[in-house]
């Protein structure tokens, strides 16, 4: 015998069977929320499907994961840059630059170092205002990316350029955080930047070599993205004699643990990098300009602070044409009478706000601002089609 089921009882029937689906998707990771390779349907943006490259010398072929890269956010949960409100030139440009490259990001405020109190700066802090305003804008980026709980951030300066291959750079890169990491290959990590990292340095003026692990790198040879030698302006760079000199193509990229960096152009942290980096930068004796408390952080032991980095870098500086006094809001000088009347980006070979009319245009055929050396002019398939290896050093390094 049948029996009859009133229809409310039906409704919640059906209510409960729906519901766990409902609570697993809202409980899925905040960095897995972006679809795989959703920002290709984007015409404006410039990239090409990783299906296209030859992946047989990718350990990683099989994780699809390490895509997520090459999504909106870069692979990490949150994008900011930063920038003074009184800089709608910066603003602009980068807001051209993110939309041509399929990118999206937070504009976070930089800050008037005299709008910063005495009592507020750490014990210990003596800098130019300049730099406290520039320390207390990155602090404010990381603060917010502790007090929401962000997984993984990535934070540009407003001046930032990169290649218009970056997001096959990207992969690259991925798979060398990954080895570095000593991620296994039959896992899928939280991040696709593999797990247990603070900070990712790819865009800054300088970086060396962590010592406990100066022979572990992965190396990414023949990249036409390669800033030529000759044309380098770093602080500091890694030794790069076993890969370049009168008998190498001078076209190599390595990736590497960091023990530390100069200039903040772009830069990754994780959750418990930025909580390490508020209490050091903040709540300690402190008296250091931003980029320095990085490089203390990865070079202390006691913090237990993971820093991978890559040179030549990823993430260049953009010097646009006119008065050199656009170029910086910290200072280097009095530049009030000095003018060039070409721009340019540092580190980087085919810059993407130098090639924004032919983004703009829809070509795929760059210009590289370093003709004498360089190919004048490069498809994008070719200008991302780099594939790295893994190499550890044997003998004196």
Request: negative net charge.
């Amino acid at each position: 015998m049948m029996v009859a089921v009133p229809p409310r009882f039906k409704l919640v029937a059906i209510g409960l069977l729906i519901a766990p689906g409902f609570f697993c998707i809202w409980l899925r990771p905040p960095s897995m929320d972006v679809p795989y390779l959703s920002d290709l349907a984007d015409p404006f943006s410039i990239h090409v499907d990783a299906h296209e490259f030859s992946l047989s010398a990718n350990p990683y072929a099989k994780d699809r994961s390490i895509y997520r890269v090459q999504n909106q956010t870069l692979g990490v949960q949150e994008v900011y840059m930063i920038s003074l409100p009184s800089r709608t030139d910066k603003r602009d440009a980068f807001a051209m630059q993110a939309a041509l490259s399929g990118i999206t990001y937070t504009q976070m405020d930089g800050v008037d170092g005299h709008d910063v109190p005495e009592k507020a700066l750490p014990y210990t802090m003596k800098q130019n205002v300049n730099a406290i305003g520039c320390w207390r804008a990155h602090l404010d980026t990381i603060q917010k990316v502790v007090r929401e709980k962000v997984a993984t951030a990535l934070i540009f300066e407003d001046d930032a350029d990169w290649d218009v291959a970056l997001k096959q750079q990207l992969v690259q890169f991925a798979r060398g955080s990954r080895y570095l990491l000593k991620t296994p290959e039959h896992e899928v990590p939280f991040s696709p930047y593999g797990d247990n990292w603070d900070l990712l340095w790819i865009g800054h003026c300088g970086s060396w070599v962590y010592p406990e692990e100066r022979r572990r790198f992965f190396v990414i040879p023949s990249d036409p993205t390669v800033e030529p030698p000759q044309h380098r302006e770093n602080v500091i760079a890694p030794n790069m004699s076993h890969w370049e000199g009168p008998d190498h193509d001078n076209k190599t990229r390595i990736i590497f643990r960091s023990e530390g960096g100069v200039c903040t152009a772009g830069y990754a942290v994780s959750q418990q990098g930025a909580r390490k980096t508020l209490y050091h930068m903040s709540m300690v004796p402190y008296n250091s300009q931003v980029d320095w408390g990085f490089a203390n952080l990865c070079k202390d032991k006691q913090y237990n602070f993971t820093c991978v980095s890559v040179f030549p870098q990823l993430v260049g500086v953009s010097r646009p044409e006119g008065n050199t006094s656009k170029w910086s809001d910290i200072g280097y000088g009095d530049d009030s009478g000095r003018t060039v009347e070409r721009a340019q980006s540092q580190h980087l070979v085919f810059s993407t706000r130098l090639n924004m009319a032919n983004l703009l245009a829809g070509r795929t055929i760059f210009d590289s601002q370093y003709p004498d050396s360089t190919p004048s002019q490069m498809d994008i398939k070719d200008i991302g089609s780099a594939v790295g290896h893994v190499e550890e050093l044997n003998g004196a390094v």
